[in-house]
């Protein structure tokens, strides 16, 4: 099984702009959010880039005193104006984007609103104001579109500002120092299959560096007796019959549950050998701030967020 650093912060965050995908459910806003916080602790300054979708991050990121952090949301219309503002078009831009014109845009020319994404990331990883941007990225479906959108249109377009612009974003995701991805997964068959499938599309159609897997949501508690010895404690004890049912399928269901993560985790070891950083699962409902600084805090001392 490929080994897990005691402080897997340095691999984790080994590049300016790292940019987070999975499939989605698998929690890569989570692993985002620990990500950023982890390394704002460690006195990192970090931009974290939540792209088109739910604005969770500022929920999840307050800000902490003594902490360089920062959340941003881009979106696609948004970048494509800000981009014609600066290439001399910023009067008609925000008619554009007000009347709906930019998304036809992007519609007509297939990858130019990913480029033009990208290609804002590019500008905020140049800046002085951040040692690491962290990028809330698309599901696993999208993520090899989204990066291989430079290659694409770069083919299609022959010189000017748009040709510019895509040989400066392939320059940052061809640069290992510079930029690498980081895939999330679950414990569980199908986001396995999917996040190892996704990684050898990343290496073969964009040539970008990958970056420790992280495996979200693993059951590390303490290891459940066999069935019998569960039984028999139950049998012992002074609960109803319909309290030790409840509790015999309860148990059942952990040794099953842990037997699929086990599998599953053999599975993407074989199947993908690359460094694992694992995210304990937390029994609650839904993470807030305070998880979200505990598996940051635990991610670090201990090479797995508990």
Request: a negative charge; hydrophobic letters at 45%.
């Amino acid at each position: 099984m490929p080994p897990e650093s005691e402080n897997p912060l340095p691999s984790l965050a080994a590049a300016n702009v790292v940019v987070v995908a999975g499939k989605g459910g698998v929690g890569k806003t989570t692993v985002t959010a620990v990500l950023a916080r982890a390394a704002s602790r460690a006195g990192r300054r970090v931009l974290v880039v939540e792209l088109d979708g739910k604005p969770t991050l500022e929920r999840l990121l307050p800000p902490r005193e003594g902490e360089a952090l920062s959340v941003v949301h881009l979106s696609a219309p948004d970048a494509l104006e800000e981009y014609l503002n600066e290439h001399g078009f910023k009067r008609i831009a925000k008619r554009l984007n007000r009347t709906g014109v930019i998304d036809m845009i992007g519609t007509a020319a297939p990858g130019i609103d990913d480029v033009v994404v990208l290609g804002k990331i590019k500008q905020f990883e140049r800046s002085d104001e951040w040692d690491l941007v962290v990028v809330d990225g698309p599901a696993a479906g999208h993520a090899v579109t989204f990066l291989t959108s430079a290659s694409g249109l770069g083919r299609a377009v022959r010189g000017g500002p748009i040709k510019q612009q895509c040989d400066d974003v392939l320059g940052l995701l061809a640069d290992p120092e510079r930029c690498m991805a980081l895939l999330v997964t679950l414990p569980e068959t199908t986001p396995v299959n999917e996040t190892i499938e996704t990684a050898f599309a990343l290496e073969d159609d964009v040539g970008i560096r990958l970056g420790p897997v992280v495996v979200n949501g693993v059951d590390a508690g303490v290891e459940l007796p066999d069935a019998t010895t569960v039984d028999r404690v139950l049998a012992e004890s002074d609960l109803d019959a319909r309290q030790r049912a409840r509790l015999s399928e309860a148990a059942t269901f952990r040794r099953s549950r842990r037997s699929m993560e086990t599998e599953a985790l053999e599975r993407l070891s074989a199947g993908l050998p690359l460094e694992q950083v694992r995210i304990d699962a937390l029994p609650v409902a839904g993470l807030d701030a305070d998880d979200v600084d505990r598996l940051a805090d635990a991610l670090v001392v201990s090479g797995t967020a508990r």
